[in-house]
Nanobody, 115 residues
Framework: QVQLVESGGGLVQAGGSLRLSCAAS????????MAWHRQAPGKQREWVAD???????RYADSVKGRFTISRDNAKNTVYLQIDSLKPEDTAVYYC?????????WGQGTQVTVSS
């Protein structure tokens, strides 16, 4: 059983920055992909970014250039740096991964951006 714990959310003004963290209960060194998703009020959960083996990163078009995903294998932690925050970034942000046949999700961290 893998546990993912997100942290770092909060209330920020538009234009501000946050760094979200996702701490895993197991080594992430051999995990192929770690991802961030978000769910805004009244909307479906959407994929935001992921980081693959070899530190290949991918981003949704809506966040490209403002979000940066990274991983620290020594700390079993994945980060999401969010810059130039917009009110439409308000959502619960979830960390997720797939290991074998199972998917794992954290409990989420709330990001609220005021205009």
């Amino acid at each position: 059983q893998v546990q993912l714990v997100e942290s770092g959310g909060g209330l920020v003004q538009a234009g501000g920055s946050l760094r979200l963290s996702c701490a895993a209960s197991t080594s992430i060194f051999s995990i192929n992909a770690m991802a961030w998703h978000r769910q805004a009020p009244g909307k479906q959960r959407e994929w935001v970014a992921d980081i693959l083996s070899g530190d290949i990163t991918r981003y949704a078009d809506s966040v490209k250039g403002r979000f940066t995903i990274s991983r620290d294998n020594a700390k079993n932690t994945v980060y999401l740096q969010i810059d130039s925050l917009k009110p439409e970034d308000t959502a619960v942000y979830y960390c997720a991964t797939v290991i074998g046949p199972k998917s794992y999700w954290g409990q989420g961290t709330q990001v609220t951006v005021s205009s």
